[in-house]
């Protein structure tokens, strides 16, 4: 098993949409999570750290559950511009991240 | 502010010669990591430094594959010799230990292609 599993996807919208991706990760003791962007040959970009108690940037929110080791990104209101490749990032111990394998998102006008 | 500088940007060789890919981290910061990506394997995790200390090279393939931090602003990954297999996009990235720590920020990447 991956010690960060996420769905491929890809997950194909309508713009306006609403969308979420999930991922979950193995190793309990897991300490900090991310969520990264990356577009089409370009480098990832932290798109935003995920709490316990959510959090909401714009019209990105991001949930963490470490009872039942998941993370969630919900989009709102997707943009064309969303569409890209979005990484979950879990920090297993000081400074060692492992990287899902990424979701990849299109929004379509 | 400059961000991770990465060159060279696109390297195309020959099997069997020595690649070197050079990283500067962003100033300040000080962990730097070594990635490589690819369609099959993904973003995966070759090594990382602390204070300019390896302190995890379970990610490196195998003996082919070296990874120096001389100083704070500047670190090396080698592949020698080169194979086919290693054709992928080694991206560098760094953090900070205080602002925002845990946050990496990627380089633009190296794009190998091994002939």
């Known amino acids: 098993r991956k010690e960060v599993e996420q769905d491929p996807g890809p997950f194909n919208v309508p713009e306006g949409a609403t969308v979420a991706f999930n991922c979950t990760y193995s190793?309990?003791?897991?300490?900090?999570f991310f969520w990264y962007r990356q577009d089409c040959r370009k480098e990832p970009k932290l798109l935003m750290s995920v709490y316990s108690s959510g959090n909401e940037d714009g019209r990105f929110t991001a949930q963490l559950n470490r009872a039942s080791q998941d993370i969630s990104l919900l989009i709102r209101d997707s943009k064309l511009s969303d569409s890209a490749t979005y990484l979950c990032?879990?920090?297993?111990?000081?400074?060692?991240?492992?990287f899902g394998d990424g979701t990849t998102l299109t929004v379509k006008p | 502010d400059a961000g991770v500088i990465q060159s060279p940007r696109h390297e195309v060789t020959e099997m069997g010669q020595e690649v070197t890919l050079r990283c500067k981290p962003i100033?300040?910061?000080?962990?730097l990591f070594w990635y490589r990506q690819t369609m099959m394997r993904g973003l995966e995790l070759l090594i990382y430094f602390n204070n300019n200390v390896p302190i995890d090279d379970s990610g490196m393939p195998e003996d082919r594959f070296s990874a120096k931090m001389p100083n704070a602003s500047f670190s090396t990954l080698k592949i020698q010799p080169s194979e086919p297999r290693d054709s992928a996009v080694y991206f560098c990235?760094?953090?900070?230990?205080?602002?925002?720590?845990?946050?990496?920020?990627f380089g633009p990447g190296t794009r190998l292609t091994v002939l």
């Open positions: 990032v879990v920090l297993q111990e000081a400074g060692k991240s492992t």
């Open positions: 190793n309990s003791a897991s300490q900090s």
């Open positions: 990235a760094s953090s900070a230990r205080s602002g925002r720590p845990d946050t990496q920020y």
């Open positions: 100033s300040g910061h000080n962990s």
